[in-house]
């Protein structure tokens, strides 16, 4: 085979191997889209939305404690009043949602571990309930009209 035979071999297979490689890409491309499809769709299926009764079921009450120590000097907020177990579909144990006059606190049940990055909470409940909440609270702390959060 001769030097110019070679070179015209070589420019063939270079030229097939990047057309072969823009194909590739674009399916890759393609895949992707498809998979962020399934990732939405998954998300919004994995989640059900909580109904909440016309009437609240009555709450836990809290415990009682042990004596409190003497009142402090600059004044804490309510205890917690009442207490609200959350649970899968199935009976899942997962947090308890703690209510006052003025806080929500919710605590995630011991023996529950999330993963953060998982689909359904990074997309739903990071990325569309608390993400927007910070940014509010944040607008509003600007403005004057909350204490600044711990957050920012």
Known sequence: MSEEETVKKLAEAKAYLEKRIGELEEEISRLRSFLDVVDVTLTEKSFKRAEVPKAMPPPFKMPPTVPAPPPPTVPTP???????PLKTVTGVHLADVYVSDRELKVVSAPNVKYDVNSPPLRAFLIGRVLE????????????????APLYL
């Open 132 to 147: 927007p909440m910070q940014s509010k609270d944040r607008e509003s702390a600007r403005a004057g009209e909350l204490c």
């Open 78 to 84: 309510p205890p917690f009043q009442q207490v609200y």
